[in-house]
């Protein structure tokens, strides 16, 4: 059954779109003679990965790190705050504009002054980077989610008398778990942006920490290599991220929802 599963056609078909485009990567960079500081081809890409393994693999577990917790407090804070707007319309409407404004907010722009702020504390000034990128999907989807519930049941809540925490317990949450389990899948990604983000602003200034910073030593070294060996680091651990976030999506609402149970014709 799981040989089945990985067998398909949606996962051959990338498969091969993938293994197409590094052989052409590689026949191109060779045919045409391209300096490696420009653009260097997979195997020597690969070949530096595994040099630099050492190197460059501590310093993504710190901006795992900078992630997970960013991506935790995003979480918590953007389900309570959501909780909050769906208790009363007058919250909503006076606070959710605010945090439109931060989300719109360029993270580049803001983050240097983060980082004056907390200078005796980088760590937490680049989670509080991160956690501005992350934190708005969260809310969107999740107060989305729980302005959503059936109206004729909660007309049959309030006709059987249960206040308010019942009502968001047996109805709102259950009923904006697909749009909470959506926003988690956005945010988890946009965590790791947000933490890269704030580690090229620490390292123009000099704080060392994550591979935000692996790359951009590489970049004024001129080491091509291992700035792509570090691209991919990063981009294997957001996917990462995303089908963890989905695998825990489907297992949640695997069972009761339809965005993710299997037809069964």
Not at 53 to 72: H, K, R
Not at 99 to 124: C, D, E, K, Y
Not at 207 to 216: C, S
Not at 221 to 249: E, K
């Amino acid at each position: 059954m799981n040989l089945r599963r990985w067998l398909n056609l949606d996962v051959i078909a990338p498969v091969i779109v993938g293994i197409l485009f590094l052989v052409g990567w590689e026949v191109a960079v060779r045919v045409t003679g391209v300096p490696h500081y420009l653009l260097p081809g997979p195997i020597l890409v690969v070949q530096t990965l595994v040099q630099e393994w050492g190197t460059l693999f501590p310093s993504l577990l710190i901006t795992l790190q900078i992630t997970v917790v960013a991506f935790f407090c995003a979480t918590v804070s953007g389900l309570l705050i959501s909780i909050l707007f769906t208790q009363s319309k007058w919250i909503e409407r006076s606070f959710f504009p605010y945090a439109v404004i931060l989300q719109t907010m360029p993270i580049v722009s803001i983050a240097p002054l983060i980082i004056i702020w907390l200078r005796n504390n980088t760590f937490a000034a680049m989670v509080v980077c991160a956690w501005i990128v992350a934190f708005f999907p969260i809310i969107s989807n999740t107060t989305l989610g729980l302005n959503s519930a059936d109206h004729n049941l909660l007309n049959l809540f309030q006709l059987y008398k249960a206040n308010r925490w019942q009502t968001l317990i047996y109805l709102r949450l259950p009923s904006a778990m697909p749009y909470f389990m959506g926003g988690l899948r956005i945010s988890g990604g946009l965590s790791l942006i947000g933490a890269v983000v704030a580690e090229f602003v620490a390292g123009t200034g000099g704080q060392r920490a994550g591979i935000a910073y692996q790359i951009l030593i590489s970049s004024f070294n001129l080491q091509v290599p291992r700035m792509f060996a570090a691209l991919i680091m990063v981009t294997s651990l957001g996917i990462l991220i995303f089908v963890s976030m989905s695998a825990l999506s489907d297992k949640i609402l695997g069972k009761w929802h339809e965005s993710a149970m299997r037809r069964e014709n």
